[in-house]
């Protein structure tokens, strides 16, 4: 499970560990631009992201979900 904070709405989330956040918050219904087809590239799909009490900036393509995460879009989406 993972939280899902966007536009001040908190949303709960189930994702398996190992799955590509990017992915998971496609199925999620969040609108999240990955230009270059989710290789890491172009750095359009950028998100915060909280675990065990570090927070930092990601590239949600090429980070990998783990239970318990908040994840902090800063931009209009469902």
């Known amino acids: 499970m993972i939280k899902i ?3 001040g709405t908190i949303k709960n989330v189930t ?4 799955d590509s956040l990017l ?9 999240i631009s990955a230009n270059c087809g989710g290789f890491g590239k172009c750095g359009k799909c950028v998100v915060k992201i909280t675990y065990n009490g570090i927070t930092e900036t990601v590239k949600a393509c090429s980070f990998i979900v783990k239970n318990g995460m ?6 209009s989406s469902s």
């Not at 992915?23 to 609108?31: I, P």
């Not at 908040?70 to 931009?75: A, F, K, P, R, W």
Request: glycine letters at 10%; proline letters at 0%.
């Open 5 to 7: 904070i966007s536009n």
């Open 15 to 18: 994702a398996e560990e190992g």
């Open 23 to 31: 992915k998971v918050l496609q199925k999620n219904g969040y609108e």
């Open 70 to 75: 908040t994840v902090e879009l800063s931009y």
